[in-house]
């Protein structure tokens, strides 16, 4: 055992220093390569979490950002539904899906907060959106023959035309059998008579389509304002994971405040178009 360790050392002795002295120099450099690679990875995976976060932080604002817009949308949408024909529109096609789509991202990227609320409001304004249109199939209805009673108006004008034209040619060629004109100027009468009838009708038709829509308008808003507490906490939700600053009190009074200039509008206009169907109606009595 002796001898072993004796060879060992005299094996040891054999080595030129210039070899130790790389041995040991390769040895520190092993031992740095293998430090700054454990710090480089460390690096690494902190930049990528990093980058990670930012991507997130991105995508949500383009998705949030979008939401909102969207969301605005739909409610002027709403507003202006009387004047559509939401029967004939492309189903696909319209500011209500196009919510519902942006919600699906919200609820796949938000917080869970966030994706519970955005769920809540999609499903709030799908609901109104649905009631609306059964709301509005009598107002549809009126549009729909109001259309139809515009469309012979202009078929008797232009019969009257026709007529008076014939009774001008006729005119014209010294024709002045009372036989050949009595029953062009009879047809004349009918056609006036009947012109007067689809105006009334047409008036009538008018002071209904206005009167529903105004019904509407204020079934809208009381809906709006049903949902309206969730939907400033999706806004509020939505600003927090932004990272904009938000006095959530300050946001709803100011949120409640635009809805109640927004009802005295709607209360003026009413009242202005209601005045102004009155005075159409006791010019045609007149």
């Given at each position: 055992m002796i001898a072993i360790v004796e060879i060992a050392v005299e094996f040891l002795k054999s080595i030129p220093g210039e070899i130790w002295g790389a041995t040991i120099a390769l040895s520190g450099v092993w031992i740095a390569s293998k430090n700054s690679n454990k710090q480089l990875k460390e690096r690494l995976t902190a930049e990528s979490h990093e980058s990670d976060t930012q991507r997130k932080s991105e995508l949500r604002r383009e998705v949030y950002l979008e939401g909102a817009q969207s969301l605005t949308k739909l409610t002027s949408y709403l507003a202006t539904l009387p004047d559509q024909y939401p029967y004939e529109e492309d189903a696909f096609n319209n500011p209500v899906n196009e919510f519902l789509g942006i919600a699906s991202k919200i609820q796949l990227i938000g917080e869970p907060k966030t994706s519970h609320l955005v769920a809540s409001v999609a499903t709030k304004y799908g609901t109104v959106y649905l009631q609306a249109l059964q709301h509005l199939m009598p107002l549809q209805e009126i549009i729909r023959e109001k259309d139809l009673a515009e469309g012979a108006l202009e078929a008797v004008g232009d019969a009257i035309e026709k007529t008076m034209a014939q009774m001008d040619a006729l005119t014209r060629s010294g024709q002045t059998s009372y036989?050949?004109?009595?029953?062009?100027?009879?047809?004349?009468?009918?056609?006036?008579?009947?012109?007067?009838e689809i105006k009334d009708q047409i008036l009538s038709l008018g002071s209904k389509k206005i009167e529903k829509q105004q019904v509407y308008m204020k079934w809208l808003l009381t809906k709006l304002k049903e949902i309206s507490?969730?939907?400033?906490e999706?806004?509020?939700?939505?600003?927090?994971?932004?990272?904009?600053?938000?006095?959530?009190?300050?946001?709803?009074?100011?949120?409640k405040e635009n809805q109640l200039a927004i009802e005295n509008e709607l209360e003026n206009l009413t009242t202005l178009i209601s005045s102004e169907l009155n005075k159409e109606e006791n010019g045609q009595q007149l």
């Open positions: 036989s050949v004109f009595e029953p062009l100027s009879n047809d004349l009468d009918t056609l006036f008579q009947r012109s007067g507490d969730i939907t400033i999706l806004s509020v939700s939505l600003r927090s994971e932004l990272n904009v600053e938000t006095n959530v009190n300050e946001f709803r009074a100011a949120y």
